[in-house]
């Protein structure tokens, strides 16, 4: 016994031993490697769908590619950053416009955003409890959601008409709160139509990413803080809005992403011109590309517009991550 086991020792601490032991690295690299080589179909698939036409914007930003250019836009002279200079002349015609536009888009896109959070959180923690009937509910919270965004808007064009609109129905000859019929398509009220739309499409997905989120909060925590007399509002302000900040962080960034870059419902609304109270900046590119024919000025605002994304996401992400690692410090 005790010549033995220095002998086995000896074996398993001896070179071929642990060569026996050590996977061959060749299939350590076939298993590293073959998650990159599924995702390479679809890694091609992105690139030609999304970046190629992104790197092709940027080129065109530095044309002056015009209606004459059209049929061969590679031929367009190179204009610099003229187009830029033009898009961020804030004094002139069409820097001022631009200008315009972001505010109405900037503003557009925190109230919105701001009600989908508020609806679908409120939603959502009024969904946890059981009763009879919930589940039918839930499917109905998320139809504007699942509908879709053309049959919606549309729907929504004709209870927005003056004369024989359902909102004008309700709100003049039902409840008699104006009066006299409003434009809703048209002139201020725009705005209002549009922020309605907005949110009436994008508070069903802030209601069912909150509603996960809430899954995973453990009921005793609830349960632990009605022992302690904590009602709803303290237990909702101590317990659910902080179990779900990781949550609320993707929400409001993908929620805020997706307003400020929303072209269909604008455009399906109000058709190719909007309205100066509703002039999204997307629905505004769109006209500086294809209504005024000049693809280079629209394409250095696309391009303005990309960089101004990338500049609020990484600050958004800057600041989350810094409150996540305060937090768990």
Known sequence: MT???PAEAAVHNSPSGAARRTPRRPGRIRRIGLPYLLLLPALLLELLVHL???VIGIVMSFKELTQFYIR????APWAGLSNYKVSVDFDAPVGEALLHSFLVTVAFTLLSVGLCWLIGTAAAICMQDTFRGRGLLRALFLVPYAL??????ITWVFMFQHDNGLVNHVLHDQLHLTGKPSFWLIGDNSFVALLTVSVWKGWPFAFLIVMAGLQNI???LYE????DGAGMWQQIRRITLPSLRPVNQVLVLVLFLWTFNDFNTPYVLFGKSAPEAADLISVHIYQASFVTWNFGTGSAMSVLLLLFLLVVTGVYLLLTS???????V
């Not at 061969?72 to 031929?75: A, F, P, R, S, V």
């Not at 632990?224 to 022992?227: C, E, P, T």
């Not at 810094?322 to 768990?328: I, Y």
């Open 52 to 54: 190629v036409p992104m």
């Open 322 to 328: 810094r409150g996540r690692k305060a937090a768990d």
């Open 148 to 153: 879709p965004v053309y049959a919606a808007v």
């Open 224 to 227: 632990a803080a009605a022992l």
């Open 72 to 75: 061969d836009w590679g031929t």
């Open 3 to 5: 010549t033995t086991a």
């Open 218 to 220: 453990p009921g005793e």
